[in-house]
């Protein structure tokens, strides 16, 4: 992409040469000379360049740094570069200027031009210390020199952001203390991780420091410093997985100070607190060779077990068995070694040990279980009509039992596997009727319906959703409902398929079927609020009294009362957006839904403080914990709706819908589903951004819009995200003849999958084609996101 014949990246940094220039009254300063090799990604509508002659005023100071603001709001740094430099060359000294020096200082520091970045916010952090722009400035000043690797310099500068003492000391901290390592300073940053990991910051935060803390000091030679840290971190780690492998590391190190006490009594712990993973079978075989009597059997079993070694399992399950008192622990002890002589492949062996555990303690937890297990292990053993009939019979002999209904469902499966269809369709019918509102008969009734309405059996897969519409509820009953009338409507009943469609309508407002029910009714959904409309203070006035209507909320405290943009979490939060670190600024808003995660005042005002400062991922994670804390029968205020279905960057996505042929509510619940609206999301396979692109669609969508010097970061920012999702949704709708429910599944699992599962490119019922998406992730996603386009709908105008 070029301006004027111009890369684009040489555009950006012709502007910055020469602003530099400006800014300095005229002398020379040091700054990266123009690179003309270089090109780079559009992030926004290309702005026109001056022209040589006849340049018009420039609009007013206030106007062009709103205009430049809303640009950073959604990654578009060369446009909101542009508009700051007009307003510092036509208006030095008006009072938007010094904002404007700092904004643009930041938008070069956000594209990497952090040598120039450097000059600019210099002023600031050299400035007087009552100047709000002082404490920023440091903090970007010190991350431009760490960039640069002078380390020395970004360790003054943390220092001299530190003795501030703003919320965000303990990140400075962290950041120097990275900086003493470079520089050899092992002794200064363990000292400095030290104070970060005792401080009430976030956990993960917490967690890091004490590790790179203890690394320095056993670096440093003071393992017994180290030992004391890590009892520390231990008092606080929670999740299971990371807390066995501090519980691991920690013994290990206690051994190694000859605290073999100390070591053992973390090994068992770690035993008992996660069983299943690999530093569990270490510490086993540890304690079992040190000869520890304190080791449970018991529990030495049970990692064994699952550690797949079965002889060594059932010796130890043996030694357990020889000291249990309590039957209700020998019962399942014995079914464990059962299940041990299973897995080995012994089945007589475990059928016997099995079945005496069930006749130990019959209305036990354990002995119900063992039971269950008898004839699942009589099936694998071949005798599968016998297990067939054997799982009925338990659904008999204990009807109340949870587990009655996933006995039914194995019933079925085995007279499925025997061939037997008639008495496939009988259980699975009694599974319905006798426990309609369990996960299995959902599932099963729903698969079983489904190939009957495939077979042309209309009458019989209505009978089995009708069962599911009449006593199930939320999407169960709302899929049943719907299933039911599309089977009427094949029966030419249009009256009763006209009152199932109505029931799927009322029963889960933000379901497919529910979008999918409007549309057989030919009910139109159009909402009544502009997607650029704002939140004003008189519906956030309207969600303070909704939840002073629940019960003992009435006196529920003000914001004023709460004071909660003074909270810790809160103000790091705001701060460090400030600073440039959204993903630890993300982190900060959560822990703070988490520690009000059970407040409703708290979590409403949260919601509140975060919408306005433009995280709608915030906003809608604390409205959604709102919502589940919601009695049934408080109907929500559209507040709350607007909240969970938020409307960020309309300008953005309203222009970019509009470009692409997009309904900019569809391209919205879109990045919904992807992402809740976040930014900065990251997926587990690498997916980036707000409308989750993989890196590498990512580089064929920049190939296929001309946009060179394109890199994956860009697909955290908004304007590439929403320019990326809406050209590859539109293109994918294409690919299948215009298909929402086709080219979401294209979205989603491929365009190779969705033509797959079409048969083609066209889809001429696009139910039946949802149905028979055989990837689970891609046909959950496609009811999501076409139940949330309905909410949309009924929420906000078509633009």
């Not at 799927?504 to 933000?510: G, I, N, Q, T, V």
């Not at 970019?656 to 992807?674: N, W």
Request: proline share 7%.
């Amino acid at each position: 992409m070029t301006i004027h014949g111009m890369p684009y990246r040489t555009a950006w940094v012709l502007l910055v040469w020469f602003l530099l220039l400006a800014l300095s009254g005229c002398e020379v300063v040091s700054a990266p000379p123009p690179d003309t090799t270089t090109t780079s990604v559009v992030l926004g509508v290309t702005p026109s360049p001056p022209s040589p002659t006849d340049v018009p005023a420039p609009p007013p100071a206030p106007v062009l740094l709103s205009r430049a603001l809303a640009a950073r709001q959604i990654g578009a740094d060369l446009d909101a570069a542009q508009d700051l430099s007009a307003l510092l060359n036509a208006y030095p000294n008006d009072p938007e200027a010094p904002q404007a020096r700092f904004f643009l200082a930041e938008s070069m520091a956000r594209r990497g031009l952090w040598s120039a970045a450097a000059q600019l916010f210099r002023p600031f952090a050299d400035g007087p210390t009552d100047d709000p722009l002082h404490a920023p400035a440091l903090f970007w000043l010190a991350r431009c020199t760490e960039e640069a690797g002078d380390h020395a310099t970004a360790v003054d500068l943390y220092q001299r952001y530190r003795d501030l003492a703003t919320p965000l000391e303990p990140y400075a901290a962290m950041r120097q203390a990275a900086q003493l390592v470079a520089l050899g300073r092992q002794a200064d940053a363990a000292a400095a991780y030290t104070h970060v990991a005792r401080l009430d910051i976030v956990r993960g935060e917490r967690a890091g420091s004490y590790e790179r803390a203890i690394e320095l000091h056993i670096q440093l030679g003071d393992p017994a410093v180290a030992l004391d840290l890590y009892t520390e971190l231990l008092d606080f780690a929670q999740t299971p997985t990371y807390r066995a492998r501090i519980l691991f590391d920690a013994a290990s190190l206690a051994q190694q100070l000859g605290q073999a006490e100390q070591a053992a009594a973390w090994l068992r712990q770690l035993i008992a607190d996660a069983p299943a993973t690999s530093q569990a079978q270490i510490a086993v075989d540890q304690l079992l060779a040190a000869g520890d009597t304190a080791l449970s059997p018991a529990a030495a079993a049970q990692v064994l077990m699952q550690a797949e070694r079965w002889p060594e399992a059932l010796t130890q399950f043996d030694l357990a068995l020889a000291q249990a008192a309590d039957l209700e622990v020998a019962t399942e002890l014995r079914r464990l070694r059962g299940m041990t002589l299973r897995f080995q492949g012994d089945f007589p062996a475990a059928l016997a040990a099995l079945s005496e555990a069930g006749a130990m303690s019959p209305n036990s937890e354990a002995g119900r279980q063992a039971q269950l297990d008898w004839i699942q292990t009589l099936g694998q053993s071949g005798e599968v009509e016998r297990a067939s009939v054997a799982y009925q019979e338990y659904a008999a002999n204990y009807p109340d039992d949870p587990r009655a209904p996933d006995a039914l469902d194995r019933a079925a499966q085995l007279r499925e596997r025997l061939g037997d269809r008639e008495g496939t369709l009988a259980i699975q019918r009694s599974l319905g009727e006798r426990y309609p509102q369990s996960s299995q008969a959902a599932s099963v009734l729903h698969r079983a319906a489904m190939a009957l309405f495939r077979s042309g059996d209309y009458a019989q897969a209505r009978a089995f959703w009708q069962i599911l519409a009449e006593q199930a509820r939320g999407e169960v009953q709302a899929q049943a409902a719907f299933w039911a009338a599309r089977s009427a409507v094949a029966q030419s009943d249009p009256a009763a398929a006209s009152a199932l469609f109505r029931v799927a309508l009322d029963a889960a407002p933000s379901s497919y079927y529910t979008a999918r029910a409007s549309e057989e009714l030919g009910l139109e959904l159009q909402g009544s609020v502009p997607l650029d409309a704002p939140l004003n203070e008189s519906d956030w006035a309207t969600l303070r009294a909704w939840v002073r209507s629940w019960p003992d909320q009435a006196a529920a405290p003000t914001p004023e009362e709460l004071g909660l943009e003074a909270d810790g979490s809160v103000r790091r939060a705001t701060l460090l957006v400030e600073v440039g670190l959204g993903t630890e600024a993300r982190n900060e808003w959560l822990a703070a839904i988490e520690r009000w995660t059970d407040d409703p005042p708290r979590l409403a005002e949260l919601a509140r403080l975060a919408h306005s400062q433009g995280s709608a991922y915030v906003a809608l994670r604390s409205a959604a914990r709102l919502a589940r804390l919601a009695p049934s029968d408080s109907p929500q205020p559209l507040v709350l709706e607007r909240l969970l279905y938020p409307a960020p960057y309309p300008a953005l996505l309203i222009q970019q819908s509009a470009e692409r042929g997009l309904d900019p509510r569809l391209l919205y619940a879109l990045l919904r589903q992807e992402s809740l609206f976040d930014p900065l999301a990251t997926s587990w396979v690498g997916a980036r951004g707000m409308a989750q692109v993989m890196p590498a669609t990512g580089e064929g969508i920049a190939h296929n819009l001309g946009l060179a010097d394109f890199t994956l970061d860009d697909l955290y920012r908004p304007v590439v995200s929403v320019n990326f999702g809406a050209y590859y949704l539109s293109a994918r709708m294409a690919d299948m003849q215009g298909s929402i429910q086709g080219g979401l599944a294209s979205y989603n699992g491929g365009l190779g999958n969705a033509q797959r599962w079409a048969g083609g490119s066209f889809i001429s019922d696009p139910d039946l084609f949802t149905e028979g998406v055989d990837f689970a992730e891609t046909r959950g996603y496609i009811k999501a996101v076409y139940g949330f386009y309905a909410v949309y709908q009924r929420i906000y105008t078509q633009p």
